[in-house]
């Protein structure tokens, strides 16, 4: 069982910066393809970054320049560096654990922007 627990949302104005943490227990983030989703009240859950065993890092268009994921083996936490946010981007912030046919998601983090 792998359990994941994410940190680091808040309220911020327009144009400002957060960081999200997702630290990983009961399994390694360097086996698995990391991800982090967003949902928006109303609305699905969807796929922001996600990065792969290899370290290749994938975007949605919407923040692409603007978030970066990463990831550091020794600490086994995911990072979701977000610049510039715009108010489209509040939503409940999720971490996911992928491995083969396996997920494992977090609770959540609230992400809100002001305008």
């Known amino acids: 069982q792998v359990h994941l627990v994410e940190s680091g949302g808040g309220l911020v104005q327009a144009g400002g910066s957060l960081r999200l943490s997702c630290a990983a227990s009961g399994g390694s983030v360097r086996d698995a393809t990391m991800a982090w989703h967003r949902q928006a009240p109303g609305k699905q859950r969807d796929l922001v970054a996600r990065i792969s065993r290899g370290a290749d890092t994938e975007y949605v268009d919407s923040v692409k320049g603007r978030f970066t994921i990463s990831r550091d083996n020794a600490e086994n936490t995911v990072y979701l560096q977000m610049n510039s946010l715009k108010p489209e981007d509040t939503a409940i912030y999720y971490c996911?654990?992928?491995?083969?046919?396996?997920?494992?998601w977090g609770q959540g983090t609230q992400v809100t922007v002001s305008s």
């Open positions: 996911r654990y992928h491995l083969g046919v396996t997920d494992f």
